[in-house]
């Protein structure tokens, strides 16, 4: 672009101005995304943006700053906190949009979640834009520290992140390699913190800026000059927080993570002295775990989804029993009844002596208000209960309501869904019979007069039917986007009666004038009562 | 005191009892006065099990006792009821269903593979007493199986409806503790000045019913609300009135 402004004429060239409003779209890190919550004006400082100087603002009190700069801005010499004014004087062409701190958030949460399902379950976030990962004991599953890390920046190059990682024996280490180490990888050999740590700014450990640059001012500017400072004169001009920072860092003082994904599922054991094996005997211990289990999911205002049932037997086989709900429930008479049921199908073999009750699948349970208007409607009943128990003896795929869904095909007009979801009614323009083949079933033997009259007679399952009064046709377009070979196909659909009153539901393949839209072939689909 | 009279007390103290706090007299009647008034109590009771079956193997015969059975369940659950209907085959085909009066929203559907899923699904169903009715179809239920069914009908005041599906002979050849057992075959519809197919008809046929004799009838089927309804024309065509004499002995 410049070579060619270069070649104009001097007269011909533009003005500054014009230069200066021209913005020339950046190409976007999300575009390879879902679209969904992280929405595209999401940019952290480190997320790699190519073409024009890219910068996100906020409001700081009555100025207007930068929030990120990308890379580019960076070279120009823009930086954070920056007034925006400042960065237009400097910067022309800059290309400026609104933070979104929402949305990064978003953003973070749902690689912390990929991480969390992929890495190792417990994955936290540090600050807005960093993540901890605890990758003790679950590195070797994916072929140690250093592939997890590579496949993690590669990860996120596809995003269009620059991520910068390091592993350390702790999360405040790891944190602060990360963040100000020189590698965009370090791995820090265990017990080398100190070492690894001494030459990084005091800033790195997470301090209050105030008092960073009050340590400045005293000549302390890197963690190894803090680290050889005597503790208690430390304490004493700058507070208890500071040491505890460098103590985390160092691995001297414990830093828990709280992790997205909760780690454990709410669980209740028993351990028994003797192995145990009458059904009387295990429902009772099962009743006793419920009320563990049901206290705690009480504490935590949850209620279970799932149980799992895990019963150690003296010769170290395990049974296992799972049981659902429709709806997150706490109700321990209905728990017990649903678990009671399958306690025949556990083998006791020679005892068991431990047993252990998981909510495998819980979900938030509130308290629910009661209407209090006494004009209010009857109550629906509750159903859930009997879903639970139906579907405890089934199969919870075989209990289900019946649902509309768009096709005017027949056969696939109906979808199965859950039974507490809500149904969506069929247009009720036409008749449709209660019953329906399997799978249309051929008749032979019509007559019937093209295009559109009903048939007279048919044979079906070595029966003639002589018919008497029909109705049709109800003409049925083939749904090409979904099967190609359907593109020009019809079925003229007729509602037909024998002399005796029964009634069917027929349709022809194709329209009886165009040839491509069918074989003229007839086919029963249904009776009508 | 008469022993009779006793006897009569402590009989009416046990049906108070057996039913569990429901009124043991409550019906759901059909709304035809020719059908209510020759049912005993005024319609069909809803603690108790009715059966019903096609007049014919026939394909026509079975969808007709399907849809009368789906008309009953829906004016038994009215407008927030759910009714449970328990089937062995896939071949129930829910907008039809909806057009007899039983919205998807009414229609909560269990499929089991066996006819004894079936019964002990639809045993669970009437206990739990918050469903409106509960379906069954069913090929074969002897005496103890229908009278758990009523037991568990009258516990929870809920009506069970079993459709009776014909495998190997009449399914109401067998002996049942139903309520009522109802016969529906299909009939030719009312006539159009036009041409086309008019609103069905069903040869209604009540083969037992407990404490009133059986009849037949010729009858309009299900209306979009599950109401049946007299022929306007029923004078003039052959009415099956008469053979309800000869069935009262069945």
Known sequence: MEAQIEQLPMHRRPTIREMGRRSEAAEMPFKRMRPDEGGGSVFLPSFAAEGAALVTIHNSGQRVVLAAVSREAAALGLALGMPLTQARAMIPGLDIHEADPAADAALLDRIGRFAARRITPLVATAGADGLWLDLTGAAHLNGGER?????????????????????????????????????????????????????????????????????????????????????????????RDVLLKLDQALGQAAEPIDPIVPRDAPSAELRFAEPIGGAEVIARA??????????????????????????????????????????ATRDKAHLLRLLARRIETIEPGFGIDAMRLIAARTEPLGAIAVPGDLAAPEPVPDLSQLIDLIAGRLGAQRLYRLSAIESDVPERSVCRIAPLDT?????????????????????????????????RRFTWRGRMYKLVRG?????????WWKRGAERDAVRDYFHVEDESGARFWLFRRGDGIDPRTGDLSWWIQGGCG | MGRALRLERLRAEVRAIAAA??????????????????????????????????????????????????????????????????????????????????????????????????????????????LAAVVGEIGRAGLTETRRLQLAAEEGGTMALLLRRWRKGDPLGEPSSALTRWRIGSAPSVPLPGPGVGRACWHVELARQRGGPGFSLLLESCDAQGRLAVPALSADRPDQADRGDERQAA
């Not at chain 1, 109705?471 to 749904?479: H, K, L, V």
């Not at chain 2, 809803?46 to 009368?68: M, N, P, Q, R």
């Open chain 1, 147 to 239: 592939r997890v890390c590579a496949g993690l920046l590669r990860f996120c190059a596809k995003l269009g992140i620059e991520a910068r990682i390091a592993v350390a024996g702790n999360g405040a280490a790891a944190d602060a390699l990360a963040r100000h180490g020189p590698e965009r990888l370090t791995l820090c050999p265990e017990g080398g913190e100190q070492a690894a740590l001494g030459p990084l700014p005091i800033a790195a450990l997470r301090i209050d800026p105030a008092v960073v640059e009050k340590m400045r001012r005293l000549g302390l500017e890197w963690i190894g000059e803090l680290a050889a400072v005597p503790r208690g004169p430390l304490v004493r001009r700058f507070g």
């Open chain 1, 286 to 327: 099962v009743s006793d775990l419920l009320d563990q289990l049901i206290e705690r999911l009480r504490e935590t205002g949850l209620g279970a989804r799932a149980l799992l049932l895990l019963c150690d037997r003296v010769d170290r086989q395990q049974q296992r029993v799972e049981i659902g709900a429709a709806r």
């Open chain 1, 423 to 455: 149904t969506i009614a069929w247009p009720d323009a036409w008749p449709r019979p209660p019953r329906l083949l399997p799978r249309p079933e051929r008749i032979d033997h019509v007559v019937a007069e093209l295009p559109d009259a009903p048939p």
């Open chain 1, 471 to 479: 109705d049709g046709p109800e003409r049925i377009y083939g749904e």
């Open chain 2, 21 to 130: 706090g429901q009124d043991p007299a409550a019906v759901l009647p059909f709304g035809v006065s020719d059908l209510d008034a020759r049912l005993a109590g005024g319609g069909l009771a809803d603690a108790g099990v009715h059966e019903a079956a096609g007049a014919s193997d026939g394909y026509s015969d079975d969808a007709a006792a399907t849809l009368f059975l789906a008309g009953i369940a829906a004016r038994r659950a009215g407008r927030r009821g759910t009714v449970l209907w328990v089937v062995a085959r896939r071949d129930l085909f829910a907008p039809g269903l909806a057009q007899a009066g039983l919205d998807p929203g009414k229609l909560l559907v269990a499929e089991t593979g066996r006819d004894s899923d079936v019964l002990a699904v639809m045993e669970e169903g009437l206990r739990h007493g918050a």
